[in-house]
Every structure is written in C-alpha cells, then in structure tokens.
C-alpha cells in the first residue's frame, strides 16, 4: 500500500492540484440543449470550416486548447504535459490538433472516460511534483463518431431507443500546483468491468457496472456517505445506463439518487431534442465538467463534487 | 518548473522505481530473429489457438501479464495499476486481455511509445507516492497490424523497401517501489513532431525528427553526454529511421552512434528474414526492453540505458 493509498483504489493527494481555468467548445446540438449557456463557443455547423469532420474535431481540440490557456493567461511553453485523448482509430483528433503546440504529450485511451482518467493523471503528475501546470483535454465528434462506430450518416439509420448521441464538443482543465482552488482531492481508479454486454446500442448497459463498482468502492475506501458530495456525477451513462446503476448501488446498499445525475442526460434537452438515451462520447463529460460543473463550483453553487472515472466503452 | 524538473522535459526521480521482473512474449517470426533466446515464450502460430489474431493478441496481453506476476511473486491483488495499450482501435487487445484482472487500469494510446509512456507514467506514480506495484505493458501482433492499418494478408500485397514489420508479441514490466533495482531515474517526455512524411510504408522517416529531438532534449536538460550510457536505445525507427536519426543528431552536433541502436534493427535478423526496414509496433520495444534490455541489464553487461519515448506514429 502506497504511502497516498486509502482503501483499495483510492489515493488522497497531499498537494491538491487546482483546476485553474477550464474551456469548451460544442456542436450545434450541444448549443441548443439544456447547458447551452455554460459552454465557451457554439461552433456554427459540424465542419466548422474544415473539410472532414475529422479535421473539424482536431480544431475543436486546437481551438480548446487555445481557449483554456487564454482563460488562465498561460502560454504554451509554460505548460508541462498535455494528457489528451480521444474516440478516433489512433487518437488523431488529439495527435492532430496538438501537434503544433510543442508540449510533453501524453496521449490516453480511455473512450468515455478519457477525460476523467486524463485528470486523474493529471492530478498526480501535479501532486507528485513532477509538474506545475497540465492540461486534460478531450473531444468527441458525432459525425466522426458515427462515421467509424457505426453507419455513414448518408443512410440515415434507424437509431434503437438504447443508443446514445455523441457529443460534439472538445473540453479541457487547465490543474495548477498553484492554491487556488477548486481542488481535485482525490481519485479513485475504476477497472474494467465487463458483464458481458454485446449490444452495441446500449452502451449504457455496458458502461453501468463499471460505473457503479467504481462508486461503491469510492466510499469503501474513503469511508464517505454520499451526502459528502453537493453532486455526483457519471460521464456518460445515459437514461438508461442511469437508471441500472442506480439500481446496482441500491443492490448494494448505496442510495445516491438524490444527489446524482449524469452528464450524458444533462447536457440535452431529453424531451425536445432526438438523442434517444442521452449524450455520449468523452467530449460530453469533458464539456459538461468544464463548461456547467466548473462554473456552478465557481459560484460556490457546487461544493463537492465527485466526478466519476467511468470505464472504458467506445462512444 | 515543478520540483523535479530539470532542464525543459525531464523529470528526476527523489524515489527511483525498480524494475523488478519483466516478461515477454512474441510470434514465430520474432522467435526466429536476433534476440530469439531472450524472450519466455514463443508461440506456435500467429494465432495461437484462437480464432482470430485480435483474440491472440488479447491473449497475448493476458499471458504475459500472469508471467511477469509469477516472475515477480506477486497476486493481482498486490498490483496497485496497470498502464497498458495497443495498437488496435480502442486498444481492444489491452481491454478484452486485462478484463480479468481486477486491477485499477489506465489505457494508453502512444502507438509505438507505449511501453516508453506507460514506463514513464508508471515511474512516476511510484515515484509520487501513489503505488507500490505498477504493470507498465503493451502488444502488437503483425496479422492484427496490417489488417488494421495495410491491406488484407490474403491479398499477398508487395511490401515496400521502407516498410516495417510489426512485432508480434507482448512485452511487460513490473515496477516497484521496493529499493532493489535496475532503477528508473528519469523521465524526458517527448513532443509530436510532425515533420510532414506522409508515405504510411517509411515510418522510419517520421518517427525519426521526434526521437532526434527528444535525444537532443534529454542531453540538453540532463547536462550528461551519450558516453554517460552504455546504450541508447531508440523503439522501432528502422534502418531507415536510426540512420536519419543519427544524421539530425550529427546536424545538431550530437554524436550517439557508437552507442546507439534500435529495437526495430536488434529485434529480426535483417540479413536472413525478410522483414524490409526493420521490426515496429509497440510490441517491439515492449519485447526487446522485456527480454533482450532487462536480461544484460540484470547480467550487468548493460549499467546505463536511456531508452527512448519515442513518438506517436501507428506500428
């Protein structure tokens, strides 16, 4: 057991990085649905200029990037290591859009939960004094997204009530070892969790197990009840997913529904906009934590908030 | 500059890791090359009775996992996290031969730098204080690689003289905070470096400005010259990339050839098998660092070895 080691997955940071600044950048949708005022930028449609939606999501990640360091008055050579990822064969979304900016690069694959693994990363390459100022960053693109997980756009199909919508959108935090505030505390890492679900459109399923062994072991190691955190927040479960981890952690004895949501339900408009299970895709996590999450913490809104390692599924 | 920086990019360790066991794993071909003596275990076939070359990579993952534990003594339950990647779409080899396990994870996407980057990582979160035992590991599997990234093997396809063979196999290291050594003392973590090669079968050539300047980096920030090592070991450039590495070391008044190679020469017999430019994957550096690097290190034939974090360019 490390000397930061509590519990079984837990570490507790003695220098807790703060989450300096934070930016992001949506799609159309994203701009329409119920965090639309949170968000830095609405991109005016999916190409964004760019001549592929791949190249739309490299300049989602550029222009993030860009946006984060203007927000807390840093300049390239000053950051440490980039930690990004994305959901694109080779992470080129990230290779790409990076690859002008000449800084230690650490590049991550955790689907949805890149982001939450790119702060946990983060957070100890700060605490661990190897690093004064990292990036975490992330994006996902729908049409990217479709494009490699499932059928050309072109064909319009029918979309099964489990599927989720990707999000389009690009989200980073910008830690600081300076003490400002908001600090990231403590991270609990989840494992790979898979019972088996082979339904491709019910990622929500799939991802919920994961999801509700991480939270469980969360407060075994820390000895927390949930009513420790203002929020309790899932990357991208969706409706469904929601729904079956609440119910696994009742199973077990935990209730967090008061207090929990997920950022796949709440960055659409359910009843009015067409996303069928919710949003998905590591830029929905990482745009919701960045644009809504941060602004309610900074406005002292939201004290505590646990922001889950969600496990590893594609999109 | 964070407390453990020196220079631009590299980080100095307070509490060295040890590198307690490592254990490697590669195909027929790789059983026949060079080093052929220096890995655990050859396999039969490329698929190694599964029925898929994916699944005989996941199991490729899997097997050198539970030989680097049995090597080390150590349970699952001892290993505080695994850093591992592949270079298949959504490091599935990674995910499906670690599901099992049990163990905290991090997916890492760095292509051919995965083993540099998870030993990087995990150096660092021993060093931080935030494990004790940590599984750094990667695969690549050449039927898997050139599905994925080339044309059908079936098509018989002629390969270019510049192209590169990528590895089959797995290679895996257990660092460890107990004081016993071979010690990881430091960290230069590279930059992409993207000079603009865009021919897919001279990856030799575009990973090759990378490794050049993340050498020049290391030296520039340590104040040490190559003499200091006993080797210095670049991940899958080729013939073609070492010599144009070389070269922009010369061109930047750095002369490491007499003590400079590659995993990508070292690991075939250039002159018998028919491997082109050399072998490549993040196999490759995993398997000759695992088995080749590790043995003449605990020999004490190899005292000082900088091994490089070589770029992001796909097997």
Known sequence: MSEKHIGKQTVLFKNPPSIKATASIVGTKEGKGSLKHSFDYIIPDELWGEDSWEKAESKLVRETLAKV?????MSNDQIDYILAGDLLNQCIAANYGLRETDIPFF??????????????????LIDGGFADSVVCMTSSHFCSAERQFRYPLELGSQRAPTSQWTVTGSGAALLSSEQTGPYIKAVTTGKINDMGIADANNMGAAMAPAAADTILTHFADTGLSPDYYDLILTGDLGKIGKKICIDLLKMNGLDIENRYNDCGVMIFNTQEQDIHAGGSGCGCSATVFAGHVYKEMMKGNLKRVLFYLSPQEPS
Chains 1, 2 share one sequence.
């Open 69 to 73: 360091l203007q927000k807390g008055s």
């Open 107 to 124: 590049g991550l694959f955790g689907a949805c939960s890149t982001m939450a693994e790119s702060l946990s990363l983060g957070s100890m």
